[in-house]
């Protein structure tokens, strides 16, 4: 079985400041990764996805994620948020054709950004 | 535009009774997903459903159904057997299974 955790639930950033959300997996076998982003009472929007090819993932916003197998991390990165990126940010992870898991995204419990002027 | 569309925003259940939530894409998607999300739990999947007629229970189905009879359409009915249904329920679809999922904008369901 594979599961995600994402290390922080809440991350205070001031704008214009960079800002890391980290998450790492376990799963024994190649996975495909995402990051979403919820804004309050809405559904997730997709900001970027690691399935195979180059480790640095560009996403939507001026976000990007780095794969990291070794370490089974997939850590997001914005260089200058925004107050608009105040929301909830979700890493998802889904198992390889070899695993039960296929198909199925399984999510980390969140982290909060709030950003501030 | 394409997309996924819930239904109600806003649903109230009484004690006892089945209430069901709408689902529908227009994404011709072939997988369709229900999830609840709870605070600081992210998000749980209840049933998936790779083709029309065919479904799968995920990781809390218990006291939930639903059905796939169209395409487009993956309606999912709270059973009086939840016991606990007071959260937000978001539906998603991909073009196929460990695709991106795209979601609504979920339906916030509360007890009386």
């Known amino acids: 079985a594979q599961s995600v955790t994402q290390l922080d639930s809440q991350v205070p950033v001031f704008e214009e400041a960079p800002v890391e959300l980290r998450c790492n997996y376990s799963?024994?076998?190649?996975?495909?990764l995402f990051w979403y982003v919820q804004y309050p009472n809405q559904g997730l929007q997709l900001l970027l996805k690691y399935l195979s090819g180059s480790t640095l993932v560009k996403g939507i916003n001026g976000f990007e994620a780095e794969f990291n197998k070794s370490q089974t991390s997939f850590h997001l990165r914005k260089p200058s948020v925004h107050i608009s990126d105040t929301a909830e940010y979700f890493c998802a992870v889904s198992g390889g054709m070899t695993t039960d898991s296929w198909g199925k995204l399984q999510f980390g419990a969140g982290t909060q950004v709030v950003v501030t002027p | 535009d394409g997309g996924i569309t819930q239904s109600p925003k806003y649903l109230f259940r009484k004690e006892g009774q089945n209430v069901t939530l709408s689902c529908e894409q227009n994404?011709?998607?072939?997988?369709m997903y229900w999830y609840r999300q709870d605070p600081g739990q992210g998000l749980r999947l209840i049933y998936y459903s790779q083709i029309v007629n065919d479904f799968q229970k995920g990781d809390i189905a218990e006291g939930y159904s639903v059905s796939r009879e169209k395409k487009e359409s993956f309606p999912l009915t709270v059973t009086s057997a939840q016991k606990n249904p007071t959260a937000f329920y978001l539906c998603?679809?991909?073009?196929?299974?460990?695709?991106?999922?795209?979601f609504g904008d979920g339906t916030r369901l509360s007890i009386l």
């Open positions: 799963s024994s076998v190649s996975v495909y």
């Open positions: 998603a679809s991909s073009i196929r299974e460990n695709q991106p999922q795209h």
């Open positions: 994404l011709n998607h072939d997988a």
